[in-house]
C-alpha cells in the first residue's frame, strides 16, 4: 500500500519550512487564544492540501526556472487554514464532541468560542495574505471560502429535506471538498509562475482528486473497521444522503425509497434504524458501486498528468490517488 510518507518524500525538506512559516505566521500573544490556536494547528490531520500546494509547485517549478520557496508556502498556508477553521465551525454546526479522535475545540472551550478560534484563523490568514502583497495567490485562493459556505448550505438543506438527486450530491461535494484540493493544485502551479494552461489543467487534476477523495470520505463513514476518527454511520445520524445511500435509493421502487427515508428520518436517535440502513447499503453492493464511481475520478486526474514528464514528484502525484483509493482514514 502506498504511504503518506512517501508520497512527501521528494518534498519533504519543502513541508518542513512550510510547518515553521505556519508556526511564525500564527504566533499569537493572548493566552488563552495561542493555546486554542497551537491546539488546532497540532492536529491538522494528514495535511493533503498543502501537501498539494508543493507537489504542484515542484512539478512545474523545473518548466518555469522557479524554485519552491515562500510564494509557495504562502498558498500552502492560505488553502490550510481556510480548511481548518472550516472544520472548526462545522464542529460546532454537527455539534461534534471529537475530530480525529481528539477532542474538537468546542468539546474543549464551548462553542461559542470555537467560532471565534474559526473567525479570527479566517482573518488571520487573508491579513498576512494581502500584507504579503501577492494579490495573484490570494485572488486565486479566496473564492473557496464562498464556495465552501454555499456547499454546506446546500448540504443542511437537503439534509433537512432528505431529498437529494446525483448531480446535487456532486455539486455539493464540489463545493465542499473538492474545490479547495483543485485551488490546492492550481495555486502551487501558479505560485512558481506556470503558465495559465498548466495552471488550469493541475485546477482540473486537483478537482478530479478531490471528487474522489469526498466519495472515498462517504464511503468510509459506512465502513465497519474504519479508523476516521469519528463514529461510524455518522452521514446517517445527520440525514445526510451521500453516494452509498443514493444508489441504494436509485435502485429502490417508490415503496422503498419511502421506507429508506422514515427510517432516515429516524437515525438520530434509532441505532436500529441505522444498523438497517448501513447493512442494506452494505450488503446490497452500494458501496462497490459507489468505489467505482471514485476510481473514475482517479482515473480522470492520474490521466491529466501525462502532460508533465516523468520524475519523483510525478510519481508523487500518481501515487496520491493510489492512496486516496485505498486509505481506510
Known sequence: MVTLDAIREPVRKELEEFEAFVRRNFKVENELLAAMVDYILSTRGKGVRPLLVLLSAGLNAPATGRSVGQRTYLAAMLVEIIHTASLVHDDVIDESDTRRGRASANAKWQSRNAVVLGDFLLARNMEIGMRSAQYDIVSYVISSIALLCEGELLQNDHARKMEVTRNTYLDIIYKKTASLLGISAGVGALSVGADRGKIAEMRRFGDALGMAFQIQDDILDYTRGA??????????????????????????????????????????????????????VEGEGCLQEASKVMHGYLQRAASLLAAWPDGPVRTALVNLCAYIAERNR
Open 227 to 280: 479508523h476516521t476518527g469519528k463514529p461510524s454511520n455518522n452521514d446517517l445520524r445527520e440525514h445526510k444522503i451521500t453516494l452509498p445511500l443514493l444508489l441504494l435509493l436509485d435502485r429502490s421502487d417508490k415503496a422503498r425509497q419511502d421506507e429508506i427515508r422514515e427510517l432516515l428520518a429516524r437515525c438520530h436517535e434509532d441505532e436500529t434504524a441505522v444498523d438497517t440502513l448501513q447493512a442494506a
